[in-house]
């Protein structure tokens, strides 16, 4: 019994420092501005919503939470042929809005 405690724990420490998700090569360039504002010289191409499984939440910090959210906002802009985002909502239960943007004045 005290080893599959072990086992069990081993693998949930594990986990917890794994990334879930990543980042798909076309969003390697995409711009994550800290807020809606940052980005008013842009043209806004509307949003996307992104989610943990939630699971996912419950084995990661906060911190670790919004990377993972924002590596699907990026890869969510690039599939919509943009180059920028923006949160546009708090986390709330793993999931948050960002807004998507095209910044003519960026060549990444």
């Given at each position: 019994m005290f080893f599959a405690r072990l086992a069990l724990s081993s693998v949930?420490?594990?986990?917890?420092?794994?990334?879930?998700?990543?980042?798909?090569p076309k969003a390697k360039n995409i711009i994550v501005?800290?807020?809606?504002?940052?980005?008013?010289?842009c043209t806004d191409m509307g949003t996307t919503s992104v989610s943990l499984w939630s699971r996912a939440e419950n084995l990661q910090t906060p911190e670790q939470i919004e990377e993972q959210l924002t590596i699907l906002g990026r890869n969510s802009a690039a599939k919509m042929g943009a180059n920028a985002i923006a949160p546009a909502s708090p986390i709330v239960e793993g999931q948050r809005t960002y807004r998507i943007y095209n910044c003519s004045f960026y060549q990444g």
């Open positions: 949930v420490l594990a986990l917890a420092g794994c990334s879930f998700v990543e980042l798909e501005a800290p807020n809606t504002d940052a980005l008013n010289r």
